[in-house]
């Protein structure tokens, strides 16, 4: 137990850095090293409780940015996908699960490396086909962001708008997601015993974070985040 407590303090503490460094990573990089010794159907909600915490944080700093209105189909679609991913999330067994993620994670670590963008057209339709998808990953494994940051970063806004955006709809769909976990039985003293317990490593791996993102230039260390995201996932598929 002590040992599982340092690890977790460890993984929390370096995926919050992560987080205050890079605005993202953290569910990528805390997720298939949690679930190496914790169950995903543990991992996941705990995950999302310290998710809501993180973006409160970010939308703090640039809300004024942020419109609901550039968000509302896709948020839209994601309460569609919502339920589905959650029904997958219940049904599949522990070890598919951890396969799935490390696959999900190796994937989108390659696609990020390969610095490929494809076009998307910016339609109500394909922001509620967009938001269905990232409705699936949040219910199933948690990570949402992959559609939604892809559709973002084609529509060419400012940075400000693009974090508070992002940091909004991801805030928003964690809400959604609660009632369907609680429906769902997912909520458990187990989850909430890790949650409190790692709770003081997330908070000073973002305050660490968000401080030295000022004085490092994220181009210095974008690639080797992401080889670095790409081991954990390689890491979680041979476990």
């Known amino acids: ?18 987080q205050g460094l890079s605005s ?25 409780c310290y998710s809501i915490i993180i973006n409160l944080t970010v939308i703090a700093s640039c809300w004024k940015s942020f419109s ?10 994601a309460v569609a996908g919502l339920p589905i ?21 190796v994937v989108l670590s390659l696609v990020l490396l390969s610095g490929k ?13 967009i938001g269905f998808l990232s409705g699936i990953l949040a219910g199933s494994v948690g990570i949402s962001g992959p559609p939604i940051i892809l559709f973002l970063s084609n529509k060419g806004v400012q940075k400000d708008e693009f974090r508070a955006n992002l940091s909004g709809y991801f805030f928003l769909i964690n809400i959604f997601t609660i009632p ?54 390689l890491v979680s598929l041979i476990k």
């Open 117 to 129: 963008r494809w076009k998307m057209k910016i339609e109500r339709t394909s922001q509620l086909f």
């Open 24 to 48: 993202f990573g953290f569910s990528i990089l805390s997720l298939p090293l949690l679930s190496i010794y914790l169950s995903p159907k543990t991992v996941v909600p705990m995950l999302l």
């Open 68 to 77: 609901i209105k550039s968000i509302i189909f896709l948020l839209m679609g």
């Open 180 to 233: 369907v976990y609680i429906l769902n039985g997912l909520f458990t003293k187990e989850v909430f015993h890790y949650t409190f317990n790692w709770l003081p490593a997330l908070i000073i791996g973002v305050a660490a974070g968000t401080f030295f993102a000022r004085k490092i230039k994220p181009e210095k260390f974008g690639k080797l985040v992401l080889i670095l995201l790409l081991l954990t996932g």
């Open 85 to 105: 991913g959650t029904h997958l999330l219940m049904i599949l067994d522990d070890f598919w699960l951890r396969k799935g993620i490390g696959i999900f994670v």
């Open 1 to 18: 137990m002590n040992n599982l407590f340092a690890l977790g303090t460890i993984i929390i503490a370096a995926s919050a850095l992560l």
